[in-house]
């Protein structure tokens, strides 16, 4: 045994250190005494190993979810562009610009024949049922009555017509403008206070007001991105109101 003080080495029994006078039990105590504290100093490195271990694992849990996260928002906005980008080119197969077709009319023995273009090749006449022709604009039919007279269109129209007998028009037109469907109809609806009817569905609407002394009523599809309507106008003194509106209703459900 050594005197934990000068060093000196101490007989069996010895109480003080005969060099220094250091007590050994306060020796043996002190020595004690490190050991318990180098024990805890261990313990203390250990725990704040564990520490820093779970805080670099928490670090590195966050920045990968960040990263995945970075990774999904990405793929999301890919899918976007892929799918506007298919939606431009379906629409322009099913919608193509350009060319004249001949605008189908109706001559006096009942068959269809073709005069006036039409400013695209989207839009074709068909045969005569049950007094309408019909127009198909795209995928999209329209008919009409065949006893209408045609006249030369304009802008979007793809038909314009006339009622040689009450003066009702009927126009067909396309146009490059979406959206959802009620909102349309209730932004077309703002000419007039006075509607009478308003419906509106997934891909439609359909609308009856009258303005300026003449009863509106348009029907409407919508699809990618492309309105598709027809306006039916008349005087709202017309003594003819009663089979307008048979017109109206007829091409309502036969106009998709």
Excluded at 186 to 198: F, L, P
Excluded at 222 to 239: L, P, W
């Amino acid at each position: 045994m050594y005197c934990k003080n000068c060093g000196r080495q101490l007989k069996e029994g010895m109480r003080f250190c005969d060099r220094c006078g250091q007590s050994v039990r306060k020796s043996q105590q002190s020595g004690k005494s490190a050991k318990r504290q180098e024990i805890e100093e261990l313990k203390a490195e250990r725990l704040n190993r564990k520490k820093r271990l779970a805080e670099k694992e928490a670090r590195q849990y966050v920045s990968k979810k960040r990263k995945k996260k970075k990774g999904n928002t990405f793929m999301f906005i890919v899918i976007l562009i892929l799918i506007a980008v298919l939606s431009v080119i379906i629409g322009y197969n099913i919608f193509p610009k350009g060319g004249n077709v001949a605008q189908p009319t109706v001559s006096p023995n009942g068959t269809a024949s073709s005069t006036a273009p039409v400013s695209s090749p989207s839009a074709t006449g068909g045969t005569v049922k049950n007094g309408y022709a019909v127009l198909t604009i795209g995928n999209v039919t329209c008919p009409y009555p065949s006893d209408f007279h045609s006249n030369t269109v304009s802008g979007s129209e793809k038909l314009n017509m006339t009622d040689p007998l009450g003066g009702a028009t009927m126009i067909v037109a396309q146009e490059g403008k979406g959206g959802v469907p009620k909102d349309m109809m209730i932004e077309y609806a703002a000419q007039s206070s006075n509607v009478s009817y308003s419906r509106a569905g997934g891909d439609w609407y359909a609308i009856t007001f009258e303005a300026d002394e003449k009863i509106k009523h348009r029907k409407c599809i919508v699809r990618n991105g492309i309105s598709i309507y027809y306006d039916f106008t008349y005087d709202a003194s017309s003594s003819s109101s009663k089979r307008y509106q048979e017109y109206i209703d007829y091409i309502d459900s036969n106009f998709k």
